[in-house]
């Protein structure tokens, strides 16, 4: 599945919130999430545009590996997630297989959907206030149209 999305730093959180709810965007709730990124000593993701991470949401692991950008006007990637049931477990793994933490990410999320468009109000600590537009799909015209037409 392609992750289709454009991501933009904001000043005020506060009025994109009011300019979605006079866009009539329906508010699913809010959210923490806590990232924590991995590297490889053999595999400079940096350099291959890739990222491996756990997220913690709600009492719930899971591991995503996002590949390298697939469009220079969005943040186009394959996205994989796997629930983690034992995520020590997979910790162990990736720490036996040469991978360390190299970053942990925090964020409160406030998530809204705006005509088939998930729109993310992010607080991130230590970086700021971003919004984020996403779909998911496998055509990448068909979701830079829809983000660009919310």
């Known amino acids: 599945m392609l992750e289709i999305e454009i991501k933009t730093p904001v000043k005020d959180l506060n009025e994109v919130r009011q300019r979605l709810e006079g866009l ?3 508010h699913r709730g809010e959210v923490e999430q806590s990232d924590t990124y991995f590297t490889h000593p053999c595999r400079d993701f940096g350099v291959t545009d890739e990222a491996l991470r756990i997220r913690a949401q709600g009492g719930l692991l899971t591991l995503y590996y996002k590949g390298p950008k697939l469009d220079r006007e969005t943040k186009t990637r394959e996205e994989i997630a796997a629930p ?3 995520p020590a477990a997979m910790r162990t793994i990736l720490q036996r297989l040469g991978f360390k933490e190299f970053a942990v990410v925090d964020k409160t999320r406030d998530i809204y959907d705006l005509d088939g468009v998930e729109v993310v ?3 991130i600590v230590g970086l700021g206030d971003y919004v984020e537009l ?3 799909g496998e055509d990448i ?3 830079k149209a829809a983000l ?3």
């Open 24 to 26: 009539n965007a329906v």
């Open 84 to 86: 983690l049931s034992d």
């Open 121 to 123: 109000l992010d607080h």
């Open 134 to 136: 996403e779909v998911q």
């Open 141 to 143: 015209e068909k979701g």
């Open 148 to 150: 660009y037409n919310a």
